[in-house]
Every structure is written in structure tokens, then in C-alpha cells.
């Protein structure tokens, strides 16, 4: 569910014609909703009231500051991943007790800007990470809370680049090092080790894979006898982008709570994509229409790779809509981006109203892992990224100039 509808033929975003956006502010752009967002924020919230979960934003999905803003302010906390999204979530006002901090290379500096900051606490990757942080504390004289990251081994099925509760993958801890560092705790003396975290992947749309993973940590749990207060789920909920079925916060609550709900934890759920994914949309102008050497259709558009890689990493498939509704023949067209690379396009194959140059096309679900992984490949500046909330539209970060593609950079001779 999305706040993206055609009204009269024209699609709006929220109330406002995404036309009248379109012919205002230059393409590429990225376009959000407010409400989408927090409709999906509460959706989750409420879904598992019954445990009063702190959820913790994902930053990594989406880092835009007004987002963050406004989840904080709901009284979301926010997951990060590394120094830069603590400096952000700082300046959203986010209090540091509702910030934890994942990711399997964090540095020296990193680790001591976070226990200065007090954050909540540290997910925990690795032994040595673990002494790392126990080091850094002690210097510090501070005692931060940590939460060990538990590989489960759990599979679910997603793409393999975000699958991550795998044995063979880079994330989390094996439960046998975990039940050796529960068991020699006290040589951690300056951390507290009161958490257990677990992230099996992304987009994840059965419940499954969640439901296996938390009952093997539970009985992992249970078994050793292990003390902790805080439990975290990750994130990983799936969107809809195409013909999924993706399950709704209600259905994981449903197959989730049963679980978990008498458990004497704290519950954290890190939400990302399920959040901001349906709740952003990338607008682009068609420049060319042409046709290859094979016979194939290319609707060349303004907005490549660069300023959406999922499709090109990932294969990922996102619905592309004319922002004004047409009703000529529909055709089959690969829509790429102006990047010098093959592997720069939007879709493939994609059977789509004749597309005419100089019309706007609106690429659905780009809320989540969009502008944050946008690029300045080719020397590109990324687009503006704007919001619409109660009926206006507010630039939310400008669009860049070239001499943004400069900052930082020396001409020396
Ligand atoms: N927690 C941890 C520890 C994570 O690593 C992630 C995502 C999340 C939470 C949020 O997951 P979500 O709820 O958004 O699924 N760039 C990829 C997705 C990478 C996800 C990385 N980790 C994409 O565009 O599909």
C-alpha cells in the first residue's frame, strides 16, 4: 500500500500531480511520501504492540536527514552501520539510548565516537571485534551494553548478495563461539554482554525463515542458560515490487508473536526497506527512443546506475509507470540510463505503453536502498530528493552542481 495513485490520469503522489512536480524540479529526482512512511512505521509498531518493540529505523536503506527526522520524532530509534551514520543520526536528534550499531568492520574510531555518544548498544560480529570494543571501553572508563550477532544458519529466499544468516557469509557469529564468549564473560569485563541480535537477510517476504531463526536462537538461548535483556530481530521484511506476495506487519506479527511473546526481552526490530521502500519513487525524463541494431526498442531516460543500482546489481525489478497515462499500443522496451556501461538500465524486456521522448516515467519502490546508493558515476551529479507532506513539496536535499563533482578534489598540475 502506497500513496502513489493515478488520479484523472495523471499520477499523484499523495494529493500533489507528480506532472506538476515534474515540471518544477530538474530529473532525475527522487520523490517521497510522508505519509506512506509513516503509515508503514505505525503499521509495524502496531502489528506487535502486544511486546512494545523499540524499532530501529534502518538507516542504511534510507539516510535522508528529514526522514530519519520524522521516524524519530514518532519515536523510532535508528540502526546503523557505520561513524557517518552516527553523525547523521545524531543530527536528527535521535537520543543516543535508541541507536544500535551493527556491522562487521568497525573501526577503532568508530567504536570510540559510539560509546562516547552512548549509544544503546554494539551488535556484535566477531571475537575480535568484541575485544576491540572491550579495549576501547576500558580506556574509556565507560562500560558499553553489547549484543552478540548470532549466525543461525538459517536460509531464506532472497537475493544472494543480501542473504546474510547463511554459514557462509561474513555476518554474525557461529552459536558455538557465541556459547564460548557467554561462557567466558567475565574476560570482557568492561562491556556489558546483555543482547542477542539476529539479521537473516533482506527482503524477505515468507515469514518461515524468520520464525526458524528466532526458535533456533531461542533454544540456543534457553539451552545455555544465557542472562540477556535485549533481543534483537533485524530487520528484513519484504516489499512488494512486482508480483510477490509479500506478508503484511500483521502477518509476521501473527507468525512472529506466538514465539516471542512471552519471553522476558526486550525486543528490537530494525526495519529498513519495509519502512521507505514503497513509500519513494525515482521520476525520469525520456530523452530518446531508438531503435538497436537487433531490432529492440531503447527508451533512453535521465536517470542511470548511478542513480539506481538495483536493477544493475541486483536484477531487481521495479514497476514503471508513465506519470501521464496514455492510451497508445503498448511495446516491449528495455529502459536504460545514459551510463556507458551495458549493464546501466532500469528494466529489460518490459512491455510498457509506447513511450514517447520528453514524457515523464516514474520508477516505483525506490524508497529504500534508492538515493543511498546512488553514485556520481560519469561524473553525474545525483538528483534532489523531495517530500511531500501535507500536501506540499519540500526539497528535502538539493539537487547537486558540478561543483559538488569537485569538492574535496585537487587540479594540481
Ligand atoms: N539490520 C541489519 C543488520 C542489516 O544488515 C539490514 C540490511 C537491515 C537491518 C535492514 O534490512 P531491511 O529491513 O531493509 O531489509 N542494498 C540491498 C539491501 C541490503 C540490505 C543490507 N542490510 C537492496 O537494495 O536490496
Redesign the pocket.
Known sequence: MHSFNYKKGVLHCENVSMEEIAKQHPTPFYLYSSKTIMDHFCKIKNAFKEIDPLICF?M??NSNLSICRALVNAGSGL?I?SGGELYKALKTGCPPERIVY?SVGKTEDEIRTAIRKGILFF?IESVPELIMIDTVAKKLKKKPNVAL?INPDVKART?D??T?GTKEKK?GIDTRVAEEIFDNANKYSNVVLNGI?L?I????TETAPFVRAIKKTLDFIEKNGIDIKWFNL?????IVYNSERARSAKEFARALLPIIKDKPYKFIF?????IV?NGGVLVTKVLYVKTGSGGKQFAIVDAGMNDL??PS??E?HHDILPIVKSKRESRKYDVVGPICESGDYLALDRKMPEIIPGEYLSVMSAG??GYV?ASNYNSRPRGAELLVKNGDVKTVRRRETYQDLIRGEKNIP
Do not use: C, W
Open positions: 534502518s542504511k536503506s540502526d552501520v551493527a551488535n550477532r537475493h548478495y543480501i546474510t555476518f541480535h539479521h537477510g533482506s527482503q524477505i533485524g530487520g528484513g521484511f519484504g530494525e526495519p529498513g526497506r519495509f521502500g543500482l538495483r546489481l541486483y531487481a529504500a536502498y546508493m
